[in-house]
Nanobody, 130 residues
Framework: QVRLVESGGGSVQRGGSQRLSCVASGLPTTPPCMAWFRQAPGQKRGVVATIDNDGTTTYAPSVKGRFTISRDRTKDALYLQMDNLGPGDTALYYC????????????????????????WGQGTQVTVSS
């Protein structure tokens, strides 16, 4: 079975930094798309950043230049480095993986309202305060 376990969430002051981690296990051998999603109170879940199998990364405009998504294949881990955090970044952050796309054009599938990614973590809360 597939397991995605996030960690690294917590409280941070405005302007601070935080690093989220996601450890994956049991993923199919098919090259996966990996991504971080988030859901703020009263809002729908949306994609934060995606990383394709070839390493291509794409970011939501709201986090561009502040967040960095990366992966370590040797550890089956996904990371999200978050810098210059603001109150708008307060949300429940989810690690997700999908294999149907073959690890290509992951942003397209992540932003599709008609497509649901295959595997999800339980989420980790990030709260930004002043």
């Amino acid at each position: 079975q597939v397991r995605l376990v996030e960690s690294g969430g917590g409280s941070v002051q405005r302007g601070g930094s935080q690093r989220l981690s996601c450890v994956a296990s049991g993923l199919p051998t098919t090259p996966p798309c990996m991504a971080w999603f988030r859901q703020a109170p009263g809002q729908k879940r949306g994609v934060v950043a995606t990383i394709d199998n070839d390493g291509t990364t794409t970011y939501a405009p709201s986090v561009k230049g502040r967040f960095t998504i990366s992966r370590d294949r040797t550890k089956d881990a996904l990371y999200l480095q978050m810098d210059n955090l603001g109150p708008g970044d307060t949300a429940l952050y989810y690690c997700a993986a999908d294999v149907a796309t073959g690890g290509r054009n992951c942003w397209t599938s992540a932003t599709s309202v008609e497509y649901r990614w295959d595997f999800w973590g339980q989420g980790t809360q990030v709260t930004v305060s002043s």
